[in-house]
């Protein structure tokens, strides 16, 4: 039976299966066909369909139940195939100098992103690098003197928070402190801590040796 190269793959199937008084459970049965793949054949529903080669033969067994030039059919399954194919892709050539819309989701994320990226590079030392600590007196990591006190002067970022010995002592407000501390006899250990208010620390220690004093003994006569 030869076929009308205008009339489409659908309506040559309606109109056949509609002649012999057949339908798709019909046709489903003669040709051991699953009925979904010979709908999806009709309709060219080709995520439904198997790999090429199955088609084929699916169809083969189609057209010889149906009396069908298999040939010619195959022809007109891969031309409309083709343009169904190419047709998704088909775009009109776009307008180099138009406007393009803005996604506000995506360029409020980017802004947001650059804004902290900026944040953190001009704050590194913050986050990042020891805090500063700078100790004037005592000088050596070990001094030896014979005064019951010892003058303790330095400085430090005033940003952040000092501790000698677990003690806070308050800068000014360039960051300079100054601060007495009573020494005991023998080996006196002190400890510069400073810390910044997002966790990072920074800590000295020096030892000042005092020197037991002798009184000097009375004349007796």
Same mark, same amino acid.
């Given at each position: 039976?030869l076929?009308? $190269?205008?009339?489409?793959?659908?309506t040559i199937?309606e $109109?056949?299966?509609e002649?012999? @008084?057949? @339908?798709h459970?019909?046709?489903?049965?003669?040709?051991?066909i699953?009925?979904?793949?010979?709908?999806?054949?009709?309709?060219?529903?080709?995520?439904?369909?198997? !790999?090429?080669?199955y088609?084929?033969?699916?169809?083969?067994?189609?057209?010889?139940?149906?009396?069908?030039?298999?040939?010619?059919?195959?022809?007109?399954?891969?031309?409309e195939?083709?343009?169904?194919?190419?047709?998704?892709?088909?775009?009109?050539?776009?307008?180099?100098?138009?406007i393009?819309?803005?996604?506000?989701? !995506?360029?409020?994320g980017?802004?947001?992103?650059?804004?902290?990226?900026?944040?953190? #590079? !001009?704050?590194f030392?913050?986050?990042?690098? &020891?805090?500063?600590?700078?100790?004037?007196?005592?000088?050596?990591?070990?001094?030896?003197?014979?005064e019951?006190?010892?003058?303790?002067?330095g400085?430090?970022?005033?940003? @952040? &928070?000092?501790?000698?010995?677990?003690r806070?002592?308050?800068t000014? #407000?360039?960051?300079?402190?100054? !601060?007495?501390? $009573?020494?005991?006899?023998g080996?006196?250990?002190?400890?510069? &801590?400073?810390?910044?208010?997002?966790?990072? $620390?920074?800590?000295e220690?020096?030892?000042?040796?005092?020197?037991?004093t002798?009184?000097p003994?009375e004349?007796?006569?």
């Open positions: 039976m076929m009308e $190269e205008e009339k489409s793959l659908q199937f $109109e056949t299966l002649q012999k @008084n057949l @339908n459970d019909k046709l489903a049965n003669l040709t051991s699953p009925r979904r793949y010979i709908i999806a054949i009709q309709n060219l529903e080709l995520s439904m369909l198997p !790999s090429s080669p088609v084929r033969g699916y169809l083969k067994k189609i057209c010889d139940v149906l009396d069908l030039n298999f040939n010619d059919i195959w022809k007109i399954y891969e031309k195939l083709r343009h169904k194919s190419s047709g998704a892709f088909d775009t009109l050539p776009t307008n180099r100098f138009a393009h819309k803005i996604n506000k989701k !995506s360029l409020a980017t802004l947001i992103l650059a804004v902290l990226l900026i944040f953190i #590079i !001009s704050n030392n913050d986050f990042f690098a &020891k805090p500063y600590l700078n100790i004037e007196n005592p000088k050596e990591a070990i001094t030896t003197t014979s019951p006190e010892i003058d303790l002067i400085s430090i970022d005033p940003k @952040n &928070k000092l501790t000698i010995n677990d806070e002592v308050v000014d #407000i360039n960051g300079n402190f100054e !601060s007495i501390y $009573e020494l005991q006899t080996l006196n250990t002190i400890n510069f &801590k400073v810390k910044k208010i997002f966790g990072k $620390e920074n800590s220690i020096k030892q000042v040796m005092l020197e037991a002798t009184t003994q004349f007796i006569y």
